[in-house]
T-cell receptor, first 111, second 110 residues
C-alpha cells in the first residue's frame, strides 16, 4: 500500500461526457502528479501540483483540467470525452525528488 | 526538452542476470530513477541514482554515468515474478516533475 488513494478504480462512460478522478496523496506529501497510461504504453505526464499551486504541465489536453485543494487532495477533470481518452490514470505523490508513490490508478473506459 | 531511451523488450530465463539500459537527454540533471510495473498494477519505486556509480538493493542494482548520460538497472537471480515493465525516469531541468521512458517489458521464462 503506497498510501496514495485514487477513486474511482473503474469508470465507464460515453463519448462527450465529463468525469472527475480523485486522488488523496500520502500523508505529508505536498506534490501531486497525474499521469495517463494507455494500453501497453508508457506513463505520459499530465500535470503536477505542489501545495495547491500548479508546478509543471506536460501533454495535458485543453479538455482536461486539474486542481489541488487546501487539504492537498487533487482532482483531474476530463471533459468532452473521446474514445482515445480510455486509459489508466495514475496519481502519484512525493515529498521530494527521486521517489514517487503511485496510487492504484483509475481505469477509464469511454464507449 | 528531454528524452529517455530504453529497449522495448527483454527476455531472460530464471536465475539469469539481465541489464536494462537507459540513455537520457535533459538540460539539467537531478538523478535517474527506476520503477517496476506489473501488468494492471501501479508503478513502484526501485532505485534512485543521483551520483555516478552502482547502487545495490538486494537482487537489483542500478548504475549511473552522468558523463555518458547513461544508466542501467541490473536484475540478478531472475525470478518469474520479475516479469514486468521497467521504467527509467528523470526530473527535467526545473526538477519539478518526473518524466518516464517508454518502458522495457521483461519476460522471465522458466
Amino acid at each position: 500500500d503506497s498510501g496514495v488513494t485514487q477513486t474511482p478504480k473503474h469508470l465507464i462512460t460515453a463519448t462527450g461526457q465529463r468525469v472527475t478522478l480523485r486522488c488523496s496523496p500520502r500523508s505529508g506529501d505536498l506534490s501531486v502528479y497525474w499521469y495517463q497510461q494507455s494500453l501497453d504504453q508508457g506513463l505520459q505526464f499530465l500535470i503536477q501540483y505542489y501545495n495547491g499551486e500548479e508546478r509543471a504541465k506536460g501533454n495535458i489536453l485543453e479538455r482536461f483540467s486539474a486542481q489541488q485543494f487546501p487539504d492537498l487532495h487533487s482532482e483531474l477533470n476530463l471533459s468532452s470525452l473521446e474514445l482515445g481518452d480510455s486509459a489508466l490514470y495514475f496519481c502519484a505523490s512525493s515529498e521530494g525528488a527521486g521517489e514517487l508513490f503511485f496510487g492504484e490508478g483509475s481505469r477509464l473506459t469511454v464507449l | 526538452g528531454q528524452s529517455l531511451e530504453q529497449p522495448s523488450e527483454v527476455t531472460a530465463v530464471e536465475g539469469a542476470i539481465v541489464q536494462i539500459n537507459c540513455t537520457y537527454q535533459t538540460s539539467g540533471f537531478y538523478g535517474l530513477s527506476w520503477y517496476q510495473q506489473h501488468d494492471g498494477g501501479a508503478p513502484t519505486f526501485l532505485s534512485y541514482n543521483a551520483l555516478d556509480g552502482l547502487e545495490e538493493t538486494g537482487r537489483f542494482s542500478s548504475f549511473l554515468s552522468r558523463s555518458d548520460s547513461y544508466g542501467y538497472l541490473l536484475l540478478q537471480e531472475l525470478q518469474m515474478k520479475d516479469s514486468a515493465s521497467y521504467f527509467c525516469a528523470v526530473p527535467p531541468d526545473n526538477n519539478n516533475d518526473m518524466r518516464f521512458g517508454a518502458g522495457t517489458r521483461l519476460t522471465v521464462k522458466p
